[in-house]
């Protein structure tokens, strides 16, 4: 036995002390996990930031200058992420059906996303938002026939229902401009549905191009159809259009550094972390009020949120540790 477990350590590295294993596997994996959720939070805070620039940009430029932009230039950032990596950035994958719906889904979320921002409250817009995940488990289980409970189902209708409670259709509160946030919603949770099935070859650095790229497009459609001529830049929207980009491009790489250390069970709940930001900037800079509804909408929301999540935890961990063999 004592020889079996001296091999062991020679090839592997581990060292089998009885009661250590365990406690050193389990202390690896909270500091990945806390790890993991700090990124994951960091990139919440800096997608507000974006947020927030693009909502500041839009006051001062059309909105399709603002997406054509900001496209432009977050494109051109992962462009040279990924020439950097020696990656190719034009191959067969990218231009698959299903990068194609994926591009075609992403245009939508982000015109309507951004408009959402420049036309609604940004509050109100990021609430919604956090409807996604929802979205996503339901189409999930329509288009790749994945089965979900009851409970899961019931949890869908919750968190659509917060959605309705911060819309308030039929009030006098309600506002059409909401309706572009839960556009834009749907549109990102087609984009991820979308990812799921796109090729496994392609890196984050092409799926980031490619997704700005879809942002430069809805800039141009945009452009089209509201026929606003494009302005000179001045410093102050400059600025806005570079914080835009920089805080777009780290929020991005911050979530994909989230789910590649921790387990994305633990690391995904973080993600509510965005409401904080984004109610608390639309309060701080813009003035945006925070009534009852709000308040209920997004406790259904991220309540909702939750118990999917934790239901898919517990799926997982139903297999237990992992085994040596």
């Known amino acids: 036995m004592h020889s079996c477990v001296g091999a062991l350590h020679t090839v592997t590295g581990i060292k089998l002390?009885?009661?250590?294993?365990?406690s050193t596997y389990i202390k690896t994996d909270r500091r990945a996990n806390l790890v993991?959720?700090?990124?994951m939070v960091s990139a919440m805070a800096a997608f507000a930031v974006e947020d927030v620039f693009v909502?500041?940009?839009s006051k001062t430029l059309p909105v399709g200058?603002?997406?054509f932009l900001f496209g432009l230039g977050g494109a051109f950032v992962?462009?040279?992420v990924a020439i950097g990596q020696k990656q190719r950035l034009f191959t067969l994958g990218a231009f698959s059906s299903l990068m194609r719906l994926r591009m075609l889904f992403e245009t939508f979320g982000r015109l309507f996303y951004v408009l959402a921002i420049a036309l609604a409250p940004l509050s109100a817009a990021t609430v919604i938002l956090q409807a996604t995940p929802i979205v996503v488990v339901a189409g999930a289980t329509l288009i790749f026939g994945e089965k979900v409970g009851w409970q899961r189902w019931f949890a869908v209708f919750i968190g659509l229902a917060g959605v309705v409670v911060i819309v308030r259709p039929g009030t006098d509160s309600?506002?059409?401009f909401s309706i572009l946030a839960v556009l834009g919603m749907l549109g990102f949770a087609g984009r991820d549905l979308s990812?799921?099935?796109a090729p496994s070859t392609l890196s984050t650095s092409i799926l980031g191009l490619y997704g700005f790229l879809s942002v430069v497009a809805a800039g141009v459609l945009y452009s089209i159809w509201d026929t606003a001529h494009f302005e000179w830049l001045a410093p102050q929207p400059t600025l806005y259009l570079s914080g835009a980009v920089i805080f777009g491009v780290v929020a991005y790489f911050g979530l994909m550094k989230a789910m590649r250390t921790g387990e994305v069970s633990t690391v995904t709940p973080f993600r509510f972390s965005r409401l904080i930001f984004g109610v608390g900037f639309g309060m701080l800079l813009f003035d945006e009020p925070l009534d009852g509804s709000m308040l209920?909408?997004?406790g259904l929301i991220v309540a909702s949120g939750l118990f999917i999540l934790w239901g898919s935890r517990r799926v997982v961990r139903v297999a237990g540790p992992p085994v040596l063999t």
């Open 174 to 176: 309600f506002s059409l």
């Open 195 to 197: 990812s799921r099935a």
């Open 17 to 22: 002390v009885p009661g250590v294993l365990v």
């Open 65 to 67: 200058q603002v997406l």
């Open 296 to 298: 209920a909408g997004c």
């Open 36 to 39: 993991g959720s700090l990124w």
């Open 55 to 57: 909502k500041a940009a």
């Open 78 to 80: 992962f462009a040279c």
